[in-house]
């Protein structure tokens, strides 16, 4: 059972730099988010989307970009990564608003 | 609009000592109430929930109460291990999203 994966589990990167997390899930859910957590804080909704084709903005959605072609599949771009981007960055998925399941995390860096 | 307020961390207590973590909400409609628990290093996961008013979830002595005429879902368990050792969220559901608040964080010591 893979459940929520996400990729990469750490990455480290320069200022300026961009790249994509990845994240799949393989439970048909039709929501999908992208939430960061910063060193001892909760949990802030980065973007989310409730089905292939449709994304909506999340609490910090500043500096980043998504995108949901597929029901699996909804990676998170980084645009010119900056220091403030640093954190813990967690995929979920779940089927109408019902129990949400999470992904193992990535830990970034921005240097 | 929507939100939550989790009893503020960190919180310390002795093996087989009772538990109260409290979380009331703020939400348009009919949320449901979902608690996650995050051990270290891990992401989260579910430890209950309930869907409507008076429903109890329960899971591994845990428990929690929603409450719609104080709009709280406190989560409580009446003797905890070491091994509860671990970061509580509280979460409703609604309008199409998660509002998780900003944990709380349980030590129990030996």
């Known amino acids: 059972n893979a459940g929520v994966t996400q990729t990469p589990k750490f990455r480290i990167l320069k200022i300026g730099q961009s790249m994509t997390l990845q994240c799949t899930q393989d439970?048909?859910?039709?929501?999908m988010y992208w939430y960061r957590q910063d060193p001892g804080m909760g949990l802030k909704l980065i973007y989310y989307?409730?089905?292939?084709?449709?994304?909506d903005k999340g609490e910090v959605p500043n500096g980043y970009n998504v995108s949901r072609s597929t029901t699996e599949d909804f990676p998170l771009r980084l645009e010119l990564a900056a220091p403030s981007q640093t954190s813990v960055y967690f995929c979920?998925?779940?089927?109408?608003?019902?129990?949400?399941?999470f992904g193992e995390g990535s830990w970034l860096t921005v240097v | 609009g929507n939100s939550v307020t989790q009893m503020e961390g960190p919180v310390t207590l002795s093996e087989e000592a009772f538990l109260t973590i409290n979380c009331t909400y703020t939400a348009t409609g009919y949320p449901s109430l979902f608690w996650y628990v995050q051990y270290p290093g891990e992401g989260l996961q579910l430890l209950l929930k309930a869907t409507k008013a008076d429903d109890k979830g329960s899971n591994k002595g845990f428990e929690a109460t929603y409450r719609k005429e104080t709009t709280s879902f406190h989560l409580e368990k009446g003797s905890v291990q070491v091994s509860d050792s671990a970061v509580y969220f509280c979460a409703p559901f609604t309008g199409n999203q998660f509002y998780f608040g900003t944990g709380t964080s349980l030590t129990v010591i030996p």
């Open positions: 989307s409730v089905g292939a084709g449709i994304t």
């Open positions: 439970m048909n859910h039709n929501y």
């Open positions: 979920a998925s779940s089927y109408l608003g019902n129990t949400i399941y």
